[in-house]
């Protein structure tokens, strides 16, 4: 680089950072005064204290505008003993018609009318704790991890322990919170917390936040935070240890080789907290049943699909193991790898866990640490090895608010199998990644290598990507590359392709009118390439999309969009997995176009319903795709919805031409907070099955449940039973 170049460079650098300066607005502040007289959780507001506290209050309008303040007061007033911190809100509204999903715990906000509270409290604007409760008193509380930027930073599977009240009228709704300080993790003497607090308000159709942010932003985006400032510094808290056993009564059938099985099975977990920052997880004989089950997806693409992460054990800090990588591309470690195996034919299957430990959290305010080792068990009828499935993950705040981190992930048999290569001995992955952040988000990028290990096969197997994101009210640009070399491998990752270099970008215009009924409307274009390394990186897949978005002052949301497509098929492949079929020949190629319209009415609103049409070119023939949802909710009691997906695919002979249909009905009915029922059918012609899930859950004290569940699958071409299945939890939170 010569001398030009280098001060060019040095002056872009400078530039930014005295923008990023610039663009910063002083922090909002609030004083939690410390309090010794105790206060009776009851949703009012009427101990003497509460008149003393500082409070956040004149709240900025998310929606529908981020200019202006809320027309609905909100007041949120905070106090704290040496062991609680207490929350009083206030929520004015125009009358007492508050839209409530249901009384289910872990609601979404979207449907709801509530407030929302978030701490980030390291105050590092990395990690945040979120607690929120609607106006009917129910709770709901979440992980916030990768500042906070979209929804994969948003998890509402984790739990703690924590008490709300409520009172409403038609004049406002009053929430009173005590979340106990051994709930969260925070540095201790630490005297500044991170904060935000939002509400929906549908009788005004109105998203307000307290310190202000910008409408394309989420509301969890901790670079938009202000401050909580103790008045005395955090006493370290007394070490919570909480002890999880369950009880699990299972009788079921398998109706393919006539065989009835009845079991009874114990474990638990073991949580510990070590110090102020760092969680042990040990885990023992772990059930991983079906108590809940994976949503069945119509899958028409050539690629593995994921499914999200729902055990507990993996969701505290689940971030510092699974964010390395690329989430569309190529992740090293995947959780919901470990407790899957495929047997000596190739099918999925469980396969159980002797048991793990974890250890995981922050060192300080700049570094977070996570180790991992989980044993599965040995099958050998199903010819699975029991594996140690192991990772360590260390990372490091640099820069402001960038993060810099590296990674070891291990999988080894411990002994050997006479049905296991040489080859699948062990696999390993190391890995650096770095993310760029500026202080509010609007700058965002990442940057990682990954190299994998197996025996007598080291050289190579690197997996690279390089990402830059610009993102303001008006304008968004995006740009990544990533190479995936085609012996790269991660047994305990999700790698969609390898042997690939691909290449995306994306612009995206957006536009607020002052009048009329259209609240926004933005354009975007995408153009993704594909190119494939055992081919001399020949070009195998091309799209590029124009789209446009519509969102009205209702929350209601049109969208159009027309895609033109590029394949070249280097496999053999038949989009509708039908039985005998004849797959697309290799070393084809196909270009065609598709145009879709989807509308979806606002989720406040009691009838349910979304909606996506498309038509168009489909490899060498044509595709029409219908899929939504449609339903109504009695609120706040009970909800019957329906979720269909159907596909018409055809192909010139002598290919296949199919009529996959996937129906998904649900009736969901929440008797109290405690007690709720909940049945869900789900069809797919694509997989011949017909599948019952029914579940009774008793939440007899807080984060302890009793589960009925009975499961019901059905073969749908020849129809009959395959399995049948009724089981018994008991699961407790023991604190120590």
Known sequence: MNSFNKKTALVLVLLFFVFEALAQEEKRTVTVKKISQPIVLDGVLDEEVWSKADRANDFWQQFPTDSLKAQDKTEVKLLYTDTHLYVGITAHSIGDNYTINSLRRDYSSRNNDNVTLIFDTFNDGQNAFLFGVNAYGVQREALVSERGVDTRGFNLTWDTKWKSESTYTDENYVLELEIPFSSLKYPENSKVWGFQSYRYDFQRNERSIWTNVDQTQFPINIGYFGELIFEEPLKKNKTPLYLIPYVNGLTSKDFTNSSTNSSFSTGGDLKIAIGTGLNLDVTLNPDFSNVEVDDVITNLTRFEITLPEKRQFFIDNGDLFGSYGSFRDAIPFFSRRIGIQRDAEGRTIQNDIIGGVRLSGKLDENWRLGVLSIQNKEDLNNEIASNNNAMFALQRKVFGESQVGVFMVNRQSLKDYDFVAEKDTYNRVIGLDYNLASANNRWIGKFYTHKSFQPDDNKGNLSSFASILYNTRIWQFYSNTVYVDEDFRSDLGFIRRTGIVKSGNRVRRSFYPKTGKINSHSFQLLNLMWFQ??????????????NYTLQTNAQNQLEFEFSRDYIYLFDSFDPTRSEEAVPLPSNSEYTYNDWSLEYRLNFANPFIFNSQISY????????FSL??????????????????????????????????????PKFDVTFSKKLFWSTLIQYSNQTDNLGINSRLQWRFAP????????????????????FRSINLKLTYWISM
Not at 533 to 546: G, M, P, R, V, W
Not at 616 to 623: A, D, I, Q, S, V
Not at 703 to 722: A, E, K, R
């Open 627 to 664: 899929t939504g949802t449609t339903g109504y909710r009695f609120q706040p009691n009970f909800i019957l919805s329906v979720q269909w997906d159907y596909n018409r695919i055809e192909l010139p002979k002598p290919y296949a031409t199919a009529d996959l249909v996937l129906i998904r």
């Open 616 to 623: 168009g070119g489909f490899f060498n023939g044509e595709k």
């Open 533 to 546: 390394q055992n081919l001399d990186y020949l070009k195998t897949d091309h799209s590029l999309s124009a």
């Open 703 to 722: 984060l302890s449940d009793l589960y009925l569940v009975y499961n019901d699958n059905y073969y749908t071409q020849q129809f009959g039973p395959t």
